[in-house]
């Protein structure tokens, strides 16, 4: 049992015995740098059940506290807070059972373990991905770490959206205009190739429009009925009635698409388990719906078209199948949902689907719906929704100066992190190879870690030049300590013996404290969904670590015992520092 279990079971144990009331979720945080004391007890909730003043119940319990913990050695209380100072020997205890621990804080996955399902990126066949992507796949693949270290088994997956007018339209303008051309031929990434002829597309289209109105069209008529228009339309028409030159044309261009998103992928760093496709999942779904008929969770309107009432639910009615029995997208998604964790990973407990805030509407329904449907696991899906991602400037590589391509964007961070290295002249003895790996390492870690420090809620402005900086709350910055701490390790030699009794620094005290929270931080980003909980919590231990660095002596110290603490926490937290990053997908480098 941890000291805060202890905590909480002796206070809710002099609570009864005091006040006769029983209180389970008592706060109890690290005491503030500015008051004296480790743990602190929060009072103010106690007064909805207890009539007495704060000042006076924190007296009752640092009393009681004190000779019930061995541990606690002294209180104070200050105004509403009980703040409880602990024994030296408890934190060289607690340090002892950690030092020696792999990957401390997380939990192994076994055979047994829970399963979850983690959907991310899903992308378009008609263009590269963009900044949204990046974010979108960043969370995605985030999550699915965080919770793989809280002991679930994690099955990673996208849907890709390789259907429909959309690739039609490429494929049109390909015909057109393309004369052959291949990313073989051409040495252009094969997504960019297809995304250059839907701009392409839209160009043509515009063109047609603008003769059509000037033919006596009225707009909506010139839109619909422009030449390359009614092509794509048409031959949407025959990829759905299996005509095979344009299947044929069809799978070769999305093949280009996949070819240049698994580049892509790689150089984010970024990976599935398994890929569903439009094509193959958009017919799924109408026998739950004929099903939700027999049920009487859905009816049918005398026009043949299938609905859902949820309005006493707070939302609308909603169409599920239309009047010509063809599937609308919620359609589809309920049966992807279905074939996924009751046929394909039938043991999976839920699923978690990495999509932006604009679809925040369409989840609450699709899972009220599944709910309704009687799927037991359907409770436990959840929406990881985010926030756009723009730049300051608007743009840095676009697309008609408005969709900011990953691979611009992550080859941009390498550039800007070569500069600022230069520029600190810090790289004497390294090759060029290893220099531009170290380019790469800084620079997708500046990228990575500016966008998962953000709540995912929240909008991000993200700023190339900002995010690689070497002081501040930055991935540079903390991968710098990463690399300090092994130098001062390579230094040490060979680890020493752990010492198991002493008096600590207040420095060494707190990096202790702050250690000891790294594994509530792992459950909590997993139990919220917040992978910017560990990168926050990086953060702080680098700062923490800092003021150790500069106010204690590491290496320089002649008394042995405080040498080999101080030596072996700070290859605990170089080791936390390594695991805390690499739950976010992000690199630490051996040298800077």
Known sequence: MSLQEILLEKTQKAIAEHYGQSIENIEIQLTRKEFEGDYTIVLFPLLKLI???????????????????????????????????????????????????????????????????????????????????????????????????????????????????????????????????????????????????????????????????????????????????????????????????????????????????????????????????????????KDIVQRGLEQGVFYRKEDGSVWIDLTADGLDEKLVLRSDGTSVYITQDLGTATKRIEEDFPKVEGMIYTVGNEQDYHFKVLFLILQKLGFAWAKNLYHLSYGMVELPNGKMKSREGTVVDADDLMEEMVQVAEELSQELGKLDGYTQQQKQQLYRVIGLGALKYYILKVDPKK?????????????????????????????????????????????????????????????????????????????????ELVKEFNSFYQNVSILGEEDPVKRSLRIHLSRKVGEVIATGFDLLGIEVPERM
């Not at 009539?51 to 050695?73: D, N, R």
């Not at 429909?164 to 040495?187: D, L, N, Y």
């Not at 001062?488 to 752990?498: D, Q």
Request: with cysteine; hydrophobic share 40%.
């Open 51 to 285: 009539k007495a003043k704060p000042e006076q119940i924190g007296e009752v319990l640092g009393v009681y506290l004190t000779e019930h913990v061995a541990e606690v050695t002294a209180y104070n209380v200050v105004k509403g807070f009980l703040n409880l100072s602990i024994a030296d020997s408890y934190f060289l205890s607690f340090f002892g059972e950690i030092a020696a621990q792999e990957r401390y804080g997380t939990t192994p996955v076994t055979a047994e373990s829970p399963a979850m399902i983690v959907e991310y990126s899903s992308p378009n066949t008609n263009k590269p991905l963009h900044l949204g992507h990046i974010r979108n796949n960043l969370l995605g693949f985030a999550m699915a770490k965080i919770l793989e270290a809280t002991g679930k088994r994690v099955y990673k997956t996208q849907i890709i959206n390789d259907r429909g007018i959309h690739i039609c339209k490429s494929m049109v303008a390909w015909q057109r205009f393309g004369e052959g051309e291949t990313p073989e031929r051409t040495g252009i990434k094969g997504d960019k190739l297809v995304g250059k002829y839907y701009v392409l597309f839209d160009k043509a289209y515009k063109e047609e429009i603008a003769q059509l109105i000037a033919e006596g069209k009225s707009k909506e008529e010139a839109e619909r009925e422009a030449p390359i228009f009614l092509e794509a339309q048409q031959l949407l028409r025959l990829w759905e009635q299996g005509d095979a030159d344009t299947l044929a044309l069809w799978k070769k261009m999305n093949q280009w698409v996949y070819d240049g998103f698994e580049v892509t992928y790689h150089n984010l760093g970024v990976s599935f388990d398994r890929n569903y496709y439009e094509s193959e999942t958009y017919l799924l779904g």
């Open 459 to 539: 909008k991000i402005a993200f700023n190339p030049q900002e995010s690689i900086d070497f002081q501040g709350n930055t991935g540079p910055f903390i991968q710098y300590t990463y690399a300090r701490i092994q130098s001062i390790l390579r230094k040490a030699g060979e680890l020493p013996m752990l010492p198991t009794s002493g008096d600590l620094h207040p420095k060494e005290r707190e990096l202790i404290k702050q250690l000891s929270l790294f594994t509530s931080v792992v459950q909590q980003a997993a139990d919220t969904y917040s992978p910017a909980l560990i990168a926050n919590y990086v953060y």
